[in-house]
């Protein structure tokens, strides 16, 4: 008897947290999950890839899926970056990656949601170089997400880390610090 108490308590919570959570559920699923943007801003070369190349700047555009049921989401980025010249050298790379967002629960009032972001891809290394070509990669950071009448703006900052021997470092790596828009 005991036993059978016990699942009828346990069915009601559950009923009651679906109750609560109907009207949130049913908001976001109004959303469109899949997403279009642009983004641009600074580029900071840093260790042994701040010697050949100074800051500079980048610009590229994304897709995003947020997921209107979980907090996790799935972003697809392609980007420029130009660094100062240093040497007679201008770094230039352009990267592809694919990384996972995961968006901080906020209250529905709440103005802007905070999220990880974090991945890997490829980067295409350019400018006159002995080493150019395309590495493998990896880039991690956070953001904030701000919503807005129709569209979304995003400002965050990455930290970018390429598989690159070239003669003098053994990674390049960087930081690139966004701002953006995107539309859904």
């Not at 947290?17 to 997403?35: D, E, F, H, K, S």
């Amino acid at each position: 008897m005991k036993h059978t108490s016990s699942w009828i308590q346990l069915s009601m919570a559950v009923m009651v947290a679906i109750a609560l959570q109907t009207p949130a559920v049913a908001n976001a699923q109004g959303a469109n999950p899949v997403g279009f943007g642009l983004f641009a801003g600074g580029s900071i070369p840093i260790g042994d890839f701040g010697n050949i190349g100074g800051t500079g700047w980048h610009a590229g555009g994304l897709v995003d899926w947020k997921s209107p049921l979980f907090p996790v989401g799935i972003r697809g980025d392609l980007a420029y970056h130009k660094f100062g010249s240093k040497n007679n050298f201008t770094p230039e790379w352009i990267n592809g990656t694919l990384n996972i967002v995961w968006s901080f629960p906020t209250a529905s009032e709440s103005v802007f949601t905070p999220y990880l972001i974090g991945g890997g891809g490829f980067y295409n290394k350019r400018g006159s170089c002995t080493n150019c070509g395309t590495k493998g990669g990896v880039d991690g950071g956070a953001g904030l997400s701000v919503p807005l009448s129709g569209f979304g703006s995003l400002i965050e900052a990455r930290y970018h880390l390429i598989f690159d021997s070239q003669a003098g470092t053994s990674k390049s790596s960087f930081i690139a610090i966004s701002a953006g828009i995107i539309f859904r």
